[in-house]
């Protein structure tokens, strides 16, 4: 299994940026499709971004589309998302996942590996 560990998180005022990085280690990054999934308090976990094994397609989901950016690079074995005008329901766990399926939805469990995240808090 891939090890992943997420940095970049901290608290930032509402329509500020941050970055998110998500290193890999252990396996041969570009098999796998990588994801942003986040976790509010009280919620279910729920999908951000993927991006295909060569860096291209990247996937969003509605709520981040136009404001986050995921993006990767294969030969520092990293992804990364980018996060601009941040809102305050923004503020959660974001976690990077990693998956050798050869076809992915949204849903977590399309995932095999996870990092143990990083938390993000955007106040108003």
């Known amino acids: 299994q891939v090890q992943l560990v997420e940095s970049g998180g901290g608290l930032v005022q509402a329509g500020g940026s941050l970055r998110l990085s998500c290193a890999a280690s252990?396996?041969?990054?570009?098999?796998?499709?990588m994801g942003w999934f986040r976790q509010a308090p009280g919620k279910e976990r729920e999908f951000v971004a993927r991006?295909?094994?060569?860096?291209?397609?990247?996937y969003y989901a509605d709520s981040v589309k136009g404001r986050f950016t995921i993006s990767r690079d294969n030969a520092k074995n990293t992804v990364y998302l980018q996060m601009n005008s941040l809102k305050p329901e923004d503020t959660a766990v974001y976690y990077c996942?990693?998956?050798?399926?050869?076809?992915?939805?949204?849903?977590?469990?399309?995932?095999?590996?996870w990092g143990q995240g990083t938390q993000v808090t955007v106040s108003s």
């Open positions: 252990g396996v041969t990054f570009s098999n796998y499709v």
């Open positions: 991006i295909s094994r060569s860096g291209g397609t990247p």
């Open positions: 996942a990693a998956s050798r399926r050869l076809v992915v939805t949204t849903t977590p469990a399309d995932f095999d590996s």
